[in-house]
């Protein structure tokens, strides 16, 4: 008889503690645009990190230009959401529409959202001159040229890193893109060999496709170190950059949404901190700049690639 009775308690306690463990876990609805490609992959890969947080219940809802909010407004309510993922512009947008008090977490943007809590495309500024000194430790002058709307908080957080490191910051605050490139010309009539380096912000300011060929040709001439967010621009030949890690920035996105879920806290904005590094070596040996095997390993592409 004890021993029944003693059956039955664990199987009571066992029960308790998994109505407990599954009552403490929050339900998180992530809502994500339609794509194709290696867009589609990208969002699989947050999603995938996402679920990696723990204590919570991951819910996802591909959306459309088409896609009511009403349906969405029925979905969270149905599935009784407790916090929003909003992936990309599109989910966003949608998002800001909803007739709901749901607090909204924001990622996969390269802009940072407003009122909402968020993590940018755009690499943390601290990640970037760590890098910058670990590759092309003579460079002591870094140029920039921003908008204020899109990058400024990004420039504030470069400004407070570059005192703990021996590097000076300019940085051109352009209002429009005939200001960008004037700003840029004068960056490039008066940057000095292998003193400098160009950063090229995720900043619509200037289009790549108008400034992206003059800074490669300059950079080639003057022996100067150029650097930003678009692996693209390393195979075309800058120094290196600095790429999302999207399944590492899933889970930072679910564990701020969780954070300020149960801290109650104010929205806050993060930059991209799990990162993925591209080096073009080619461009490296043309600054006097070589790498060990082992530093190579820690690079995730190397262009040109073999």
């Given at each position: 008889m004890n021993f029944?009775?003693?059956?039955?308690?664990?199987?009571?306690?066992?029960?308790?503690?998994?109505?407990?463990?599954?009552?403490?876990?929050?339900?998180?609805?992530?809502?994500?645009?339609?794509?194709?490609g290696n867009f589609s992959k990208v969002f699989e890969n947050?999603?995938?990190?996402?679920?990696?947080?723990?204590?919570?219940?991951?819910?996802?809802?591909?959306?459309?230009?088409?896609?009511?909010?009403?349906e969405i407004d029925k979905w969270l309510v149905e599935s009784n959401a407790q916090i929003i993922l909003s992936l990309g512009h599109l989910s966003y947008t949608l998002s800001k529409k909803l007739n709901s008090n749901i607090p909204v977490t924001v990622g996969a943007l390269v802009v940072s959202p407003?009122?909402?809590?968020?993590?940018?495309?755009?690499?943390?500024?601290?990640?970037?001159?760590?890098?910058?000194?670990?590759?092309?430790?003579?460079?002591?002058?870094?140029?920039?040229?921003?908008s204020e709307k899109n990058t400024g908080w990004l420039i504030d957080i470069a400004k407070r890193a570059v005192k703990e490191r021996n590097i000076e910051l300019i940085a051109y605050k352009a209002a429009d893109i005939k200001q960008g490139v004037k700003y840029y010309d004068e960056v490039?009539?008066?940057?000095?060999?292998?003193?400098?380096?160009?950063?090229?912000?995720?900043?619509?300011?200037?289009?790549?496709?108008?400034i992206l060929p003059k800074i490669l040709q300059a950079a080639w001439e003057h022996n100067i170190a150029v650097f930003?967010?678009?692996?693209?621009?390393?195979?075309?030949?800058?120094?290196?950059?600095?790429?999302?890690?999207?399944?590492?920035?899933?889970?930072?996105?679910?564990q701020l949404a969780v954070e300020q879920f149960i801290?109650?806290?104010?929205?806050?904005?993060?930059?991209?901190?799990?990162?993925?590094?591209?080096?073009?070596k080619r461009?490296?040996?043309?600054?006097?700049?070589?790498?060990?095997?082992s530093k190579q390993q820690q690079f995730d592409i190397i262009f040109p690639s073999r």
């Open positions: 029944k009775r003693i059956i039955i308690e664990s199987v009571l306690i066992l029960l308790c503690l998994t109505s407990a463990a599954w009552s403490s876990s929050i339900q998180l609805a992530v809502l994500y645009p339609e794509a194709r947050l999603i995938s990190g996402i679920k990696e947080q723990q204590d919570i219940n991951v819910i996802s809802k591909q959306v459309t230009k088409a896609t009511p909010v009403e407003k009122g909402h809590s968020g993590i940018s495309l755009a690499a943390d500024p601290r990640i970037f001159f760590k890098h910058l000194e670990d590759l092309a430790p003579d460079v002591k002058r870094v140029f920039v040229v921003y490039l009539q008066q940057v000095r060999n292998g003193e400098d380096a160009i950063w090229i912000p995720l900043d619509r300011i200037v289009p790549d496709k108008i930003s967010n678009n692996p693209l621009h390393t195979k075309k030949g800058t120094l290196f950059a600095l790429f999302p890690d999207h399944r590492l920035m899933g889970k930072d996105l679910a801290s109650k806290a104010k929205p806050r904005v993060l930059p991209a901190k799990s990162l993925k590094l591209a080096v073009n461009t490296a040996s043309h600054l006097g700049l070589s790498f060990s095997k």
